[in-house]
């Protein structure tokens, strides 16, 4: 018994260790700032191996006193994110929500845009989800009210994002952190395994981060869990942080360039860009 209790408490401040190591690296990283515009700081930095033992390629968007609007693809139709926010006239934006992959097109989650419902909730078979059927991939919605942001919490009531009091909703997930606290994030290898991966997250200020890490490249990226994802909002300040679509759909746009590597086209490079079904925006 004093042997295991031993054991438990060496691993434990070899965690805490591994965690504190991580997070002064994350600060001391080469980072590189660029004022796009008032309100608007991009940020980028390689890890060389330092950072979760992994090679890692972050893009930060903060964003204060700018709305952020939820828009998506022409109807069973898919395109870039840098297309849409060339068409929506955007400083910036990042991909979006699940979406489907094949025809018919379209959001596998909630979608509402303008105050007009685009879809709904979609479990794994394809059918609309309703009370005892969220995935963690639902767990919570990013909403816009007026000029401000929310990160919201799915509650046990049926159909929840639908009583959301926002002109544009978009669920997604796994949801990070609320209030300030960490969420209990399940361990599926949707989670556990690296990819590519693309949050949004608030701060108390109300300022708004976007961040796509970069994966699936050896050597350059290797792409987060959504724990190591979880660690990096909290180190950026983050109060509220909700996860969304990544892997080959993660893009950042700024100024009508793509800034991270988007990796279809299996290069570490801007090329790989996939065509998905919806984005958010900041508006000049």
């Not at 919570?140 to 909703?169: H, N, P, S, T």
């Not at 949801?175 to 209990?184: N, Q, R």
């Not at 949050?199 to 708004?208: F, L, R, Y």
């Not at 990096?232 to 950042?252: E, F, I, P, T």
């Amino acid at each position: 018994m004093k042997k295991s209790i031993i054991m438990a408490l060496s691993m434990l401040v070899a965690f805490c260790a591994n965690a504190q190591n991580d997070s002064s690296a994350f600060f001391a990283g080469n980072w590189s700032s660029e004022k796009i515009c008032d309100g608007i700081t991009l940020r980028q930095c390689a890890f060389n191996g330092n950072l979760f033992n992994s090679d890692q390629y972050v893009s930060v968007l903060e964003i204060s006193g700018r709305k952020t609007d939820i828009v998506e693809a022409p109807e069973e139709s898919l395109v870039k994110t840098s297309q849409m926010a060339q068409e929506e006239n955007a400083i910036v934006a990042v991909n979006g929500g699940f979406f489907k992959m094949r025809k018919p097109f379209g959001s596998v989650m909630f979608l509402r845009i303008d105050g007009q419902d685009k879809a709904p909730n979609k479990d794994d078979t394809g059918s609309s989800t309703g009370f005892g059927k969220r995935s963690t991939r639902q767990s919570g919605a990013v909403a816009v009210y007026g000029d401000e942001l929310f990160i919201v919490k799915a509650d046990a009531v049926k159909d929840w994002e639908r009583y959301i009091q926002a002109e544009d909703v978009l669920t997604s997930g796994p949801l990070m952190i609320v209030d300030g606290k960490d969420e209990v994030i399940p361990a599926v290898s949707f989670n556990t395994y690296r990819h590519p991966r693309t949050a949004v997250g608030k701060k108390d200020d109300g300022t708004v981060v976007y961040i796509v890490v970069d994966g699936r490249s050896k050597g350059n990226a290797a792409g987060m869990s959504i724990t190591e994802l979880q660690s990096v909002m909290r180190w950026l300040g983050c109060k509220d942080a909700l996860n969304l679509d990544g892997g080959g759909s993660s893009a950042m746009v700024v100024e009508g360039k793509v800034v991270n590597h988007t990796c279809d086209n299996g290069k570490f490079d801007n090329q790989g860009e996939r065509k998905v079904s919806n984005a958010l925006i900041v508006r000049r």
